[in-house]
């Protein structure tokens, strides 16, 4: 397909008075993003068992509520970024006020779980489950395993013309970082709320904000 022709098309269905837009426009859009989110996925899995490899407990770990109450952040920020990277990626399409919202929404749910945790414990435990034993790492660790997924959005979001290169730049760091915390899940020992609020949004924060410093020039088509 040349590309005026499919800029053409993605324009066809980027007007939101139009209701959902043509199901071939969605279905390509969908389709293509599914395609870099599993490669990016087979990527950071394989990146974790090279480098770091996959907890011995991990069965326990999956039947613990707090693990799942740690994952949800991830998968949250994972969904919402979806959404917002399916409107980026068209040629003139804004992030719109909904999608904004949604993505500002899984870090507050957390920053205010974290603040709630920190006020119930005692204050000599506090920096304790701020720190954990790995903070040194964590964001290091969540950024690094963030590429695979990042390269892979940023193929998904250029072959789809986008046109607001820098927030679509961003919104791929932020998908990629968001898998990437929930590929480290599986490693990571810590488990208090503090802890997370902190440094895997902090993880999070690095591939988002490099999404948006190279979207300029590796989005340009």
């Not at 709630?116 to 304790?128: C, D, G, T, Y």
């Not at 802890?195 to 949004?201: A, K, L, P, R, S």
Request: hydrophobic share 60%; glycine share 10%; aromatic share 8%.
């Amino acid at each position: 397909m040349k590309t005026m022709e499919l800029v053409n098309m993605l324009a066809a269905g980027t007007d939101d008075r139009a209701g959902a837009g043509q199901p071939g426009v969605v279905r390509h859009v969908a389709t293509r993003m599914a395609l870099a989110l599993a490669l990016g996925l087979l990527g950071a899995a394989l990146l974790l068992a090279i480098l770091y490899g996959v907890r011995s407990d991990v069965r326990q770990l999956l039947l613990a509520p707090l693990f799942w109450m740690k994952v949800s952040f991830p998968l949250a920020a994972l969904l919402a970024g979806q959404v917002a990277a399916a409107r980026l990626a068209r040629p003139g399409v804004r992030i719109g006020l909904g999608p904004a919202a949604a993505l500002l929404l899984p870090p507050v749910v957390l920053w205010l779980a974290g603040g709630s945790w920190l006020a119930l414990a005692p204050p000599s435990q506090r920096l304790e489950l701020l720190l954990g034993s790995s903070w040194e790492v964590c964001s290091l660790n969540v950024a690094l395993l963030s590429l695979p997924t990042l390269l892979s959005m940023l193929w998904f979001m250029r072959g789809l013309a986008p046109t607001r290169l820098r927030a679509a730049g961003a919104v791929a760091g932020l998908v990629a970082g968001a898998q990437g915390v929930l590929v480290y899940s599986l490693y990571c020992v810590e488990m208090a709320p503090p802890f997370w609020g902190v440094w895997y949004v902090l993880g999070v924060a690095l591939p988002t904000l490099a999404g948006a410093w190279f979207g300029p020039w590796l989005l340009r088509w």
